[in-house]
């Protein structure tokens, strides 16, 4: 079992330069530094900027334009090398009036806690994803990744009391916001459910509206239309033979 503690970061966006994606890099290492790390006991953590042409033998976080291209371009769901592969998609982001550094932090954390897109916790007959962000899904903070430079938004997560029954602790997000551990949700927040049976739905927090509940639907070339794809199933991409040189 692939235990992601690296993770490079590609450009494969038209819509952004290499030096936003580095910027926003830096404010994701930041986070995983002083807040991924001590809460989920991770030994180590590095997030690098890998420009156009990411190494093969890392997982890989790739921006992308939006969840259509990712039917041409990124639709693929393992790197080249077969490793784990989460993407962003930048004006698909925007759109919806969400900053992509969020979403990128969202990505990361959920590659960390499962690269595979394969792990479940039970919850008396209904199993849930173990996603890390998606029931904070609509909640961020931002973080500073040197003096001087402009704040980074990233996602606000789950802690591990929050998959615990019973748990081992009072403290079920980062930012403090929920009440209690599974199925507990903030506004905007989400669950992916497997019910036997049925197969796969969604579970939404009270008061999400219908447009967000529309936006959360699984984009193409997303972790959770993956979750639906057996690992050995997957396709791997060929990315580096689209990208330009830098």
Same mark, same amino acid.
């Given at each position: 079992?692939?235990?992601?503690?690296?993770?490079?970061?590609?450009?494969?966006?038209?819509?952004?330069?290499?030096?936003?994606?580095?910027?926003?890099?830096?404010?994701?290492?930041?986070?995983?530094?002083?807040?991924?790390?001590?809460?989920?006991?991770?030994?180590?953590?590095?997030?690098?900027?890998?420009?156009?042409?990411?190494?093969?033998?890392?997982?890989?976080?790739?921006?992308? *334009? *939006?969840?259509?291209?990712?039917?041409?371009?990124?639709?693929?769901?393992?790197?080249?090398?077969?490793?784990?592969?989460?993407?962003?998609?930048?004006?698909?982001?925007?759109? +919806?009036?969400?900053?992509?550094?969020?979403?990128?932090?969202?990505?990361?954390?959920?590659?960390?806690? *499962?690269?595979?897109?394969?792990?479940?916790?039970?919850?008396?007959?209904?199993?849930?994803?173990?996603?890390?962000?998606?029931?904070?899904?609509?909640?961020?903070?931002?973080?500073?990744?040197?003096?001087?430079?402009?704040?980074?938004?990233?996602? +606000?997560?789950?802690?591990?009391?929050?998959?615990?029954?019973?748990?081992?602790?009072?403290?079920? *997000?980062?930012?403090?916001?929920?009440?209690?551990?599974?199925?507990?949700?903030?506004?905007?927040?989400?669950?992916?459910?497997?019910?036997?049976?049925?197969?796969?739905?969604?579970?939404?927090?009270?008061?999400?509206?219908?447009?967000?509940?529309?936006?959360?639907?699984?984009?193409?070339?997303?972790?959770?239309?993956?979750?639906?794809?057996? @690992?050995?199933?997957? @396709?791997?991409? +060929?990315?580096?033979?689209?990208?330009?040189?830098?």
């Amino acid at each position: 079992m692939t235990v992601v503690s690296k993770i490079a970061c590609v450009n494969a966006s038209t819509l952004v330069g290499d030096g936003t994606v580095r910027h926003w890099v830096n404010g994701l290492q930041q986070q995983m530094m002083r807040d991924v790390i001590p809460a989920w006991k991770f030994s180590e953590v590095q997030l690098v900027f890998a420009g156009h042409r990411p190494p093969a033998d890392l997982p890989w976080l790739a921006f992308l *334009d *939006d969840a259509d291209a990712a039917r041409v371009f990124g639709y693929h769901d393992l790197t080249d090398a077969g490793l784990p592969l989460s993407k962003v998609f930048i004006r698909t982001s925007r759109e +919806n009036g969400v900053e992509p550094s969020s979403v990128a932090s969202h990505e990361a954390i959920e590659m960390l806690l *499962d690269p595979w897109i394969n792990l479940l916790v039970q919850m008396g007959r209904l199993f849930l994803a173990y996603e890390g962000c998606d029931m904070v899904e609509a909640d961020s903070y931002d973080v500073m990744p040197t003096t001087g430079a402009p704040p980074v938004k990233v996602s +606000n997560f789950a802690l591990p009391a929050y998959f615990e029954d019973p748990p081992h602790g009072t403290r079920f *997000d980062h930012l403090g916001l929920l009440t209690s551990g599974m199925p507990a949700m903030t506004p905007g927040g989400y669950l992916s459910v497997y019910v036997p049976g049925e197969g796969w739905t969604q579970q939404f927090a009270d008061g999400t509206p219908a447009a967000a509940r529309w936006r959360a639907r699984p984009h193409p070339g997303s972790r959770r239309e993956r979750r639906r794809i057996p @690992v050995a199933e997957r @396709v791997r991409s +060929n990315v580096l033979a689209r990208v330009e040189s830098p």
